[in-house]
């Protein structure tokens, strides 16, 4: 293959990446609804161990596997953010349900 | 903020460091290397980093941001221009604002007063209320000083400033000045920063005689998360092991005070140095280094003035003063406003 096509299968390969961290995204969205929901702090050390491990574990390389740990260090940084701008969204907007309902009862 | 991890930091320890940035609201940067841990925490909140240094495994913090937000230069890039009346402070011209340390009598200020406005001064200074080391020492005229400063300012079209000293005086100066100036003294008097800072006045605001950069700014960040955004930043000179002169006059500070913030800066080489004949350089050199005003004490008789003869100008070292300080503006890209005499020849 010349350089051109390894580039054009980067491109397809960045692709699906960005695919794949959106689906894993939409999890992580969807986890910190129900961990506001239960009252479960944003931050668990031992699931992003188990998650490290489980990723690390699988890895067969050619990318060694601390730099697969730093590759999931940066994802999991981004859905731990994600989690807690959810969380906030939702603490907010009930936040303001909440005062925007007992307005008319005031008055009633 | 970025937290650097000891070598020696286990993994609980680590967790402990990201568990309490996540509930301070900051979103994390893990970076786990051959022998440190780095975390990059990100987000505006306004933390004691010492919490954070405090914690086990943490080997240091590092701050990137500074802790003043409104003062930063990074909230103005451009620059701060206070404008009073005809009068731009922070633009091209370095704006000279020139009197006697104290007021003594309506005649003396009114004399002095023409003086520095023939000579392009555009800011007229004087002590009503003054804080001396002392309290023994003559204390001002007080209100009739503010009085005799507005008329002296009226008469030879120029502004005033004056030094507040306490929350109190507020009302009776805002009828007077033009600019309120807060002492060296007072720099974290943050009661009087925040009431001024309620004003619709702009502030020439003095750096402490042991106060840092960083204080002074957050000094002046006080002021303006009240409200006014008007701030003159002012060196003076700080306190060094150097006894031969009053304060060493911080020079370098202009060029980091310009850097860190977007507020105007003004130099005081009278106070600073405390000596007449050590005044023109020092004020040269301000120019030189990129004051936007300078604050100088003239007296027409400072033989026998009541505050800080011996740091007065003579009305003719004034004038050959602002000769040079032309000069000099001129080749830093600045200009100082000409004197009567220039302004007829032009």
Known sequence: ?108 | MVIVMDETATEEQVSAVIDKLVRLGFDIHRSTGVRHTVLGAVGDRVIDWRDIELLAGVKEVLRVTAPYKLASRSFKPEGTQIKIKDVVIGGREVVMMAGPCTVESRDQVMAIAEIVSRNGAKVLRGGAFKPRTSPYSFQGLGEEGLKYLRQAADRHGLLVVSEVMEPSQIPLFIRYVDILQIGARNMQNFNLLREVGRLNKPVLLKRGPAATIEETLLAAEYVMSSGNHEVIICERGIRTFEPYLRNTFDISAIPVFKKFSHLPVVADPSHATGRRDKVPPVAQAAVAAGVDALLIEVHNDPENALCDGAQSLLPDQFERLMHRLRLIAKAVDREVAPGVEEAALK
């Open chain 1, 1 to 108: 293959m010349e350089i051109e096509d390894w580039r054009d299968e980067i491109d397809r390969l960045d692709e699906q990446l960005v695919k794949l961290l959106n689906a894993r995204s939409q999890c992580a969205i969807e986890l910190g609804r129900l961990k506001r929901e239960l009252g479960l702090p944003i931050y668990s050390p031992d699931r992003e161990r188990e998650v490290i491990a489980h990723v690390t574990g699988i890895n067969h390389g050619p990318l060694e596997r601390d730099a697969v740990r730093r590759l999931f260090e940066r994802i999991i940084d981004e859905s731990r953010s994600l989690e807690r701008a959810t969380v906030e969204k939702e603490t907010n907007f009930r936040a303001k349900n909440a005062k925007a309902r007992k307005v008319p009862k005031k008055r009633s």
